[in-house]
């Protein structure tokens, strides 16, 4: 289970970011995150976002419409 | 968090003041102070009317060729001839905004609001506001005045310089 959930789903483009960097700060570090979200651009953006940032994407995957990701906090 | 002297920096040169040109900078802005950078606005001629405390914006159609709007099933343009009978950019403008709000897109003021909690730093033409007759009143709180020189100086530090 991760310590937060955060429900981007019907949000667009930068809002799953900005609204993940928010909830990360509510998170430990080495806790971790999911983000649930319908933007197919968030795929690309969540690692681009993670890599810049120095977080974990530990897990990215897709169900139907639905993106499904998980950041561990690292900084 | 990058410490300090590891921090990128990235300064926008924002000058339009069209609903539809205010995004890119604002998006940029607000993403990039969320990846950790130190983020710089400048708000020249037309930019400028992004800062007013009351947003009134809207979008014109004219000598936009590339500017398909989704209506009844297809995509339809807006010939310049059209462009000019009044109350067409009105209509195109709340479609515009009818759409945004339908597909989940953050609103001007929103994404404003969510870079000034971020830090963004942003300068307010000082030039322009002469130009134009518009008063630190008529502004929002925070953006310090400046010219060109104070942008430069960020822009030197500046790993990413846009123009708007």
């Given at each position: 289970m991760a310590d937060q959930v955060l429900d981007a789903k019907g949000l667009n483009c930068p809002l799953p970011i900005l609204r993940a960097k928010k909830a990360l700060k509510d998170v430990p570090i080495g806790g971790t995150l999911q983000v649930l979200a319908t933007d197919p651009g968030a795929v690309k953006d969540f690692e681009a976002f993670c890599r810049t940032t120095g977080n974990d994407l530990v897990e990215s995957k897709s169900e139907g419409k639905q993106f499904e990701f998980l950041i561990r906090r690292r900084s | 968090m990058a410490d300090e002297n590891n921090t990128k920096r990235m300064s926008m040169i924002v000058t339009k003041g069209t609903l539809d040109w205010a995004y890119p900078?604002?998006?940029?802005?607000?993403?990039?102070?969320?990846?950790?950078?130190?983020?710089?606005?400048?708000?020249?001629?037309?930019?400028?009317?992004?800062?007013?405390?009351?947003?009134?914006?809207?979008?014109?159609?004219?000598?936009?060729?590339?500017?398909?709007?989704?209506?009844?099933?297809?995509?339809?343009?807006?010939?310049?001839?059209?462009?000019?009978?009044?109350?067409?950019?009105?209509?195109?403008?709340?479609?515009?905004?009818?759409?945004?709000?339908?597909?989940?897109?953050?609103?001007?003021?929103?994404?404003?609001?969510?870079?000034?909690?971020?830090?963004?730093?942003?300068?307010?033409?000082?030039?322009?506001?002469?130009?134009?007759?518009?008063?630190?009143?008529?502004?929002?709180?925070?953006?310090?005045?400046?010219?060109?020189?104070?942008?430069?100086?960020?822009?030197?530090?500046?790993?990413?310089n846009l123009f708007i």
């Open positions: - | 900078p604002f998006i940029l802005a607000t993403t990039a102070a969320a990846m950790g950078l130190d983020v710089t606005m400048f708000f020249t001629f037309y930019g400028l009317t992004l800062l007013k405390k009351k947003l009134d914006l809207k979008i014109s159609t004219l000598g936009n060729p590339a500017m398909e709007m989704p209506m009844f099933g297809m995509h339809i343009g807006m010939p310049n001839l059209v462009s000019a009978i009044p109350g067409v950019d009105a209509a195109a403008t709340t479609m515009m905004k009818n759409l945004i709000k339908k597909k989940g897109v953050a609103s001007i003021e929103e994404l404003r609001a969510m870079a000034i909690e971020a830090d963004v730093k942003m300068i307010a033409c000082q030039m322009t506001m002469d130009l134009f007759e518009y008063t630190k009143d008529d502004m929002i709180e925070g953006p310090v005045l400046g010219g060109a020189a104070t942008y430069i100086e960020t822009a030197t530090k500046s790993e990413i």
